[in-house]
């Protein structure tokens, strides 16, 4: 079903042909993901995955659409041409050198971007999508309360990341998400504060966001606390953002664009005189890309659909102070949104 929208696709732009390459797709279209990647060929009634020699016996055994393999370049670009395509659909992300040999050695000479058609398929998830992520998301829920009992003064960053990366591993994630973030002290109002060998220290505020992979699917979350008993400032902006990620929560839902939900959760942050501090969007999407569509942002129009898996992840930064942000994936359903990610929001 994946395919045959493709392939429509590929027909109403009177396209000969589409090759996938990027390793998402590749499993979101055949059920593989070879290390070292493939050549999904498809035309508007066929569909071929030509891989290398070296990942030929586990892409057979995975993929549902037939597989075939190569042993050298030249095999795959005689292979390629045999299928006489002229105009083809392509990934924005393929490699222009890719681009240049498929013209020079496929005899392939347009090109057209197949990323519209991908995105309204993805951006719906599967039942089995869902309980892919939602299996993630409760390894990224072992692997935040492994950081909550481990961080104390004294300990580094990076040693509480190590932890939560080992917790996740042995709960049955692939690998983290994305590299975990721990920042702590100043380094907290940094949004990305990958963590550093810095030592936390008492009355610190930490930033932990965090993720996991499992079967192919991300995870994200994030969650602030004070090492330490807080101070009033920094109580304050944890009850400001944790207004708004729960306002941001509360109001997903089918029928309200990705922009309206922005503005909602961006104007609780304005209303106590913190816009300029909210430095970022409120969410995204999350699926085979940590970072997907739709953008929950000023930009992004999508109107919301049950399937659709986002983050809502407000926050604020006071350079030299510090941060807080606290952010949940959810999924929409029927009449509104279900937190995947559970661990509790009031930790200050
Ligand atoms: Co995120």
């Known amino acids: 079903m994946r395919i045959s929208r493709l392939q429509e696709f590929l027909a109403e732009k009177e396209l000969d042909g589409g090759i996938i390459t990027s390793r998402e797709n ?4 055949t059920g593989s993901a070879p290390v070292l990647g ?57 490699r222009f050198s890719s ?3 498929l013209r020079e050695k496929a005899g392939i000479n347009d090109f057209e971007l197949v990323d519209d058609v991908i995105k309204e398929l993805r951006i719906i998830k599967a039942p089995e999508e869902i309980e892919a992520i939602e299996a993630a ?25 190590a932890k939560m990366e080992y917790v996740m591993k042995m709960n049955g994630a692939e690998k983290p998400a994305f590299d975990t973030i721990i920042a702590s002290g100043p380094r907290s109002a940094l949004p990305h504060g990958v963590a550093s060998d810095r030592r936390i220290e008492k009355g ?18 994030t969650r602030t606390i004070v090492v330490g008993s807080p101070n009033e400032k920094q109580k304050e902006i944890y009850e400001i953002v944790l207004e708004a990620q729960r306002k941001g929560v509360d109001a997903a839902r089918p029928g309200i664009t990705a922009k309206d939900l922005d503005t909602i959760v961006r104007d609780v942050i304005a209303d106590y005189g913190y816009g300029d501090y909210f430095i970022h969007s409120t969410g995204h999407g999350v699926g085979l890309e940590i970072h997907e569509w739709p953008g929950v942002s000023q930009r992004d129009e999508t109107v919301l659909k049950p399937g659709m898996v986002i983050t809502v992840e407000p926050g604020i930064y006071i350079p030299k102070f510090g941060g807080v942000r606290i952010e949940d994936t959810i999924v929409i359903t029927e009449n509104g949104a279900r937190r995947l990610t559970k661990t509790e929001r009031e930790l200050i």
């Not at 290398?52 to 041409?81: D, I, M, N, W």
């Open 204 to 221: 610190d505020l930490v930033v932990i966001d965090e993720g996991a992979l499992y079967r192919h699917y991300h995870s994200d979350m």
């Open 26 to 29: 590749l499993y979101y279209f």
């Open 137 to 161: 998301c409760k390894i990224a829920d072992q692997a935040m309360m492994a950081a909550l009992e481990e961080i104390s003064e004294g300990r580094r960053e990076r040693e509480i990341a």
């Open 99 to 101: 681009v240049q040999t």
């Open 38 to 94: 493939g050549y999904l060929v498809v035309t508007p009634d066929d569909a071929l995955f030509i891989v290398p020699e070296l990942e030929y016996e586990e892409a057979k055994e995975t993929s549902k659409v037939p597989v075939e393999k190569f042993k050298t370049g030249k095999e795959l670009y005689e292979r390629l041409s045999g299928f006489g395509l002229r105009r083809v659909g392509i990934e924005g992300k393929i």
